[in-house]
């Protein structure tokens, strides 16, 4: 069989999945995904330049947009709405678009990948300019709603990465940046959500963290910028505060319960004495990089 892409040949590795036992079956499947890994590595000097691109569009203003069709558009929305709560961002600053809207987040929308007139009207919905960063993700790199969405990209002179695992894809041509982990034929021929989309995920972590440690969104390793939403995320907010300033977690947690749990707030407060307006006015001097306040 001939095939554009590898993602859609058939494993000689798997071509008994049917046959053998459940235990024999999963480490079929293991084995395939054990190469994922290995894939994405190779494409770090890429994923750096992409990360690169990211931070100094937002340093200039510009937003991140993850585009894409089925499990590539699901990851994306994903990996962005994990952007607030992770790193107190503000909604617009990493969105998920996926083809066919918020209903084929749950279910397949027949014709959405193909659909160039629908890429046309959501970038026209988005007021996307020459700031922001388009990320279009696509198994084959040919999913024509992806293929517009980054062909009108480039005409507005936005920036643009394809995260893909066909090295023929169509879409290399709209890309600034090109990043192919080459994760072979699927241990179930053409189930891009495996191999394909394990890689995706990979990339789109790397991609968002990597970014956010760059503009601050972190001190050392810790979240220093973590939004407390829940119980978790204040208990958490409470150690990173006691870890930073070397104080009680008693302590930490009474100045965050005051000031409504603004860690780097908090921080100043009980290292420096500094009341809320002092403490944000010099993190809006130092584009609220924590490290660069200490220093």
Known sequence: MNFDSATEHINPATVNIDLVGTYDMLMM???????????VRKCVPQIARAVD?????FLNGGRLFYVGAGTSGRLGVLDASEC?????????????????????????IEGAEDSEDMAIRDFADYDI???????????????????KFLQIAKIKK??????????????????????CAETGAEAISGSTRLK?????????????TA???KIGKTYHNLMIDVKPTNDKLKRRAVTIVSEICGCREATAKNVLETNGYKTKHAILFILYGLDYQEADKLLAEKQGVLRRVFE
């Not at 691109?53 to 569009?57: L, M, P, W």
């Open 158 to 179: 936005c920036k643009t990465i394809v995260i893909t695992s066909n090295q023929s894809a169509k879409m290399k041509e709209f890309a600034d940046v090109f990043i």
């Open 84 to 108: 607030p709560p992770t790193f107190n961002t503000p909604p617009s600053l990493v969105q998920g678009i996926i083809a066919g809207g918020d209903r084929a987040l749950r279910e397949a």
């Open 129 to 147: 300019c020459d700031n922001d960063t388009i990320v279009g993700i696509s198994a084959s790199g040919n999913a024509k709603y992806v293929l």
């Open 29 to 39: 499947l293991n084995d395939e995904d054990m190469k994922v890994a290995s894939a």
């Open 53 to 57: 691109t990211i931070v100094r569009n």
């Open 211 to 213: 970014s956010m440690v």
């Open 196 to 208: 394909a989309g394990t890689a995706q995920k990979m990339i789109l972590n790397m991609l968002s």
